[in-house]
């Protein structure tokens, strides 16, 4: 049981390219989301999925696509990378069954991302 | 969803009981107050939520006031290990976390 698996765990980009940020879970989660961190500050959330085909904006949704194909892979996709995406992002999942508040989010461990 | 207000940041002697304090004046009936900590850059790690009762598990108890409006947590023998920023947030139904700046923890020798 790995729990929530982030790939890659660094990479760099120049300017206008793109890429995808892989997640993966284990633990038959319905709910899983998407969280950036910039330095010395908060996780602010970008995108969340409450299951397969169901996907919904968080606070900072621009510049980012996700989709939710199968209930373990929620990959987020960067367009046209730009130096204000430069942060740490962070995937999480938690179950969404039943009492939904009652249940606690389990994060990976987060991939750092810099844009050149 | 609820907001948070937690001190900066505070000090603790290694081996004593580290209280980290947490405003949530505006929390709804139906909002849990978790508590999460995060250790140099790594995942936000889970720590302890509660509703309306004290809970307390093998990493920490959560001192929850009668009206809800703030709550404890408690490590109750901090070691240097503990040192880590610690996040109060109220989660509401939608089940999304907002994450404030949380309280730095730094506990010495």
């Known amino acids: 049981n790995a729990g929530v698996t982030q790939t890659p765990k660094f990479r760099i980009l120049k300017i206008g390219q793109s890429m995808t940020l892989q997640c993966t879970q284990d633990?038959?989660?319905?709910?899983m989301y998407w969280y950036r961190q910039d330095p010395g500050m908060g996780l602010k959330l970008i995108y969340y999925s409450v299951g397969a085909g169901i996907t919904d904006k968080g606070e900072v949704p621009n510049g980012y696509n996700v989709s939710r194909s199968t209930t373990e892979d929620f990959p987020l996709r960067l367009e046209l990378a730009a130096p204000s995406q430069t942060s740490v992002y962070f995937c999480?999942?938690?179950?969404?069954?039943?009492?939904?508040?009652?249940?606690?989010?389990?994060f990976g461990d987060g991939t750092r991302l810099s844009i050149l | 969803d609820a907001k948070t207000t937690q001190p900066t940041s505070m000090d603790c002697a290694e081996g004593r009981a580290a209280n980290l304090p947490c405003n949530h004046s505006?929390?709804?009936?139906?909002?849990?107050v978790y508590w999460y900590r995060q250790i140099h850059s790594q995942g936000p790690q889970y720590i302890i939520h509660?509703?309306?009762n004290n809970e307390t598990n093998e990493m920490a108890s959560l001192i929850i006031t009668e009206d809800r409006k703030s709550s404890t947590l408690i490590l109750p023998h901090a070691t240097l290990r503990d040192t880590a920023v610690y996040y109060c947030?109220?989660?509401?139904?939608?089940?999304?976390?907002?994450f404030g700046q949380g309280t730095t923890l730094q506990v010495k020798p």
């Open positions: 999480a999942s938690r179950p969404g069954r039943d009492n939904r508040a009652n249940q606690p989010q389990h």
């Open positions: 947030i109220v989660m509401s139904n939608t089940g999304k976390l907002i």
């Open positions: 509660g509703l309306k």
């Open positions: 633990m038959n989660h319905n709910y």
């Open positions: 505006t929390i709804s009936g139906n909002e849990y």
